[in-house]
């Protein structure tokens, strides 16, 4: 199904210029999966949430966790130079994942909530390289 999800939104962004908002329930999707939730667990999970739970996107293992992410479109201009930050501190882990234009998974980073406060809670813009000081769960780089 997510396969199907991307395919459907790269051919909205070949024929409409702007792909679809999906990279948020593809990244949440993507993270449980890499964390060792089953797609049952997730399913499960996820049927009585709303699109919107305050400060955290899932818990598994009596873990909160948190997910970023970002996604260039390819197009010019489009290379990520800012991430996401985290607006309140009401989860235990956050994940960050770092697509291709193709919704590939190039690098997914852990933080801990207080590593995380401690690093970034007064700074206002975050890149990638800063979280990329974190726990690295996954690099293409590591696939080589």
């Known amino acids: ?12 962004q070949h024929k409409y210029g702007v792909a679809p908002q999906i990279t948020t329930v593809i990244s ?10 089953t797609e049952v667990e997730y399913s499960t999970y996820m049927q009585e949430k709303t699109a919107v ?3 955290y996107d899932f818990i598994f293992s009596g873990i909160r966790y948190q ?3 970002n996604r260039p479109s390819g197009k ?5 130079s800012r991430v ?3 607006a309140n501190y009401y989860w235990d882990k956050l994940i960050w994942v770092l697509y291709n234009k193709f919704f590939e998974i190039q690098e997914v980073w852990e ?34």
Request: hydrophobic share 35%; net charge positive; glycine share 6%.
């Open 84 to 86: 996401p930050k985290a």
């Open 76 to 80: 010019k201009g489009s290379k990520v």
């Open 111 to 144: 933080w801990d909530v207080h590593e995380y406060k401690d690093n970034f809670d007064k700074i206002n813009r975050l890149t990638p390289q800063m979280y990329r000081n974190g726990k690295c769960l996954f690099s293409v780089e590591e696939k080589l």
């Open 1 to 12: 199904m997510r396969n199907e999800l991307v395919k459907i939104s790269l051919d909205w």
């Open 53 to 55: 739970t305050k400060g």
């Open 67 to 69: 997910i970023k992410a």
């Open 28 to 37: 949440e999707y993507d993270a449980a999966m890499l964390i060792g939730m």
